[in-house]
């Protein structure tokens, strides 16, 4: 079972940016894709991000393309959202997650392992 810890989130006005970092215990995590979804306040958990296990492939939502950029440091065993542009709609609780092998890259089914999550909040 991995484990994951997400840090980084906070309050950023609109426009700025906000990196997430999300740590994984863990000797197997170069061969772990990877992913973060967001939650926001009365709305389901939706998925922002996918990373594949050499970071050679990721997949945006709609929403996010052009303004939020994923990588990975597998010596590090350490996934990273630099969110840009930021925007109110951004707000919401972010979570890493661990991809199931196999699986599907953009619904919840597809993941297993979440952090606790680290929430971001943007003001006008």
């Known amino acids: 079972q991995v484990q994951l810890v997400e840090s980084g989130g906070g309050l950023v006005q609109a426009g700025g940016s906000l990196r997430l970092s999300c740590a994984a215990s863990g000797r197997t995590f170069s061969t772990l894709a990877m992913g973060w979804f967001r939650q926001a306040p009365g709305k389901e958990r939706k998925f922002v991000v996918s990373i594949s296990r050499s970071g050679g492939t990721t997949y945006y939502a709609d929403s996010v393309k052009g303004r939020f950029t994923i990588s990975r440091d597998n010596a590090k065993n350490t996934v990273n959202l630099q969110m840009n542009s930021l925007k109110r709609e951004d707000t919401a609780v972010y979570y890493c997650?661990?991809?199931?092998?196999?699986?599907?890259?953009?619904?919840?089914?597809?993941?297993?392992?979440w952090g606790q999550g680290t929430q971001v909040t943007v003001s006008s």
């Open positions: 997650t661990k991809q199931v092998a196999g699986s599907y890259y953009l619904t919840e089914p597809g993941y297993d392992s």
